[in-house]
Nanobody, 126 residues
Framework: QVQRVESGGGLVQAGGSLRLSCAPS????????MGWFRQGPGKEREFVAT????????SYADSVKGRFTISRDNAKNTVYLQMNSLKPEDTAVYYC???????????????????WGQGTQVTVSP
């Protein structure tokens, strides 16, 4: 497991923005496809966004397209998730994950990832 990875979560009103960061210690993200997933109350973990190791390919869940943006700064060993126009249904614990193989469909599945962070809570109030 990757320790102390995610940050940037919090409480925000609907329509607001947050930027999550994922900075795994002891692991170079430049070698991995990176993804963001979330798990809402009483729900299964679901795919949010993913980016190839080079940053040249991305994929998003339909529910967040046009609102969320995944990016990476390999020099800072950090992956970001910019979340705009947040909705109450975006409330969840958000996890970042690292996987050794990238594929636009494969990387939308939890099975594609080998390492997971501990998660950061995002709460969006109406």
């Amino acid at each position: 497991q990757v320790q102390r990875v995610e940050s940037g979560g919090g409480l925000v009103q609907a329509g607001g923005s947050l930027r999550l960061s994922c900075a795994p210690s002891g692991r170079a993200i430049s070698r991995y496809a990176m993804g963001w997933f979330r798990q809402g109350p009483g729900k299964e973990r679901e795919f949010v966004a993913t980016m190839s190791w080079s940053g040249g390919s991305t994929s998003y869940a339909d529910s967040v397209k046009g609102r969320f943006t995944i990016s990476r700064d390999n020099a800072k060993n950090t992956v970001y998730l910019q979340m705009n126009s947040l909705k109450p249904e975006d409330t969840a614990v958000y996890y970042c994950a690292a996987g050794q193989v990238y594929g636009s469909s494969w990387s939308e599945m939890t099975q594609a990832y080998d390492y997971w962070g501990q998660g950061t809570q995002v709460t969006v109030s109406p």
